[in-house]
């Protein structure tokens, strides 16, 4: 139990308690709700607008996330998690005082998020272990490493995973089936015909609704 209160509230679309494809080792992942980019074909459609999802408090949040053991770190994802900076720097500075890591993606460039010169969207870059950059480009989409269009740049701001570029740029797809109670959910690095294949048997050979956790 947190002995203190962070009331700054973030807007989740998705929260996933364990995965192996959103970055190194096991984590857990936060889907912010809401972007403006509207890249076509972003496989996050539901995740675009700005209303009310899960709404939590970052110190909630940090409980949830440091009530799981055997995780190395924690990943944001979305929607657009710089449209939520100042709870996420605040949340990443509790978790790496835990030991976790911190790995976050953008739909703006490295550059962009610089030239914002806003103090909570450098304060969480300066908390990053990782950042995966850019908006999804369909006529650049290739299944890389934690990303899904050649733009996307992987920056490794601290040597905690440095290894990990000689082989960030191979091509490969991972996916992560994930059951919990009723859900079924996939997650990774896949494209959509792929995932429409796999909803399609799922519903037909046991009536099981296949959710999408790109
Ligand atoms: S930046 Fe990401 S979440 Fe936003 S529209 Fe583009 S692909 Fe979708």
Redesign the pocket.
């Known amino acids: 139990m947190a002995n203190f209160k962070i009331p700054i509230q973030l807007n989740i679309g998705r929260l996933l308690a364990r995965s192996r494809v959103n970055g190194p080792g096991v984590r857990f992942v936060i889907w912010l709700q809401g972007?403006n980019?509207?890249?076509p074909q972003?496989a996050?459609q539901e995740?675009?607008s700005y209303e009310p999802k899960i709404i939590m408090s970052v110190s909630d949040l940090y409980e949830l996330i440091t009530s799981n053991t055997n995780i190395e770190g924690v990943t944001y994802s979305?929607?657009?998690p710089f449209e939520q900076a100042e709870g996420l720097y605040h949340l990443s500075k509790l978790l790496k005082k835990e030991g976790l890591t911190i790995m976050s993606y953008s739909?703006y460039t490295y550059d962009e998020l610089v030239y914002r010169n806003d103090k909570y969207v450098s304060g969480l870059l300066s908390t990053l272990d990782i950042l995966v950059d850019g908006?999804?480009k369909a006529d650049e989409a290739a299944p890389l490493m934690w990303r899904g269009s050649r733009n996307q740049r992987v920056y490794f701001f601290t040597k905690r995973y440095r290894h990990y570029k000689e082989v960030i740029n191979r091509e490969g797809v991972d996916i992560e089936l994930s059951i919990a109670d009723k859900d079924v959910s996939l997650t990774g690095n896949f494209d959509m015909d792929l995932f429409e294949k796999i909803a399609e048997r799922l519903r037909d050979n046991y009536g099981v609704v296949l959710t999408e956790n790109v």
């Open positions: 972007c980019f509207r890249c972003c996050n995740l675009l979305g929607g657009e739909g908006r999804f």
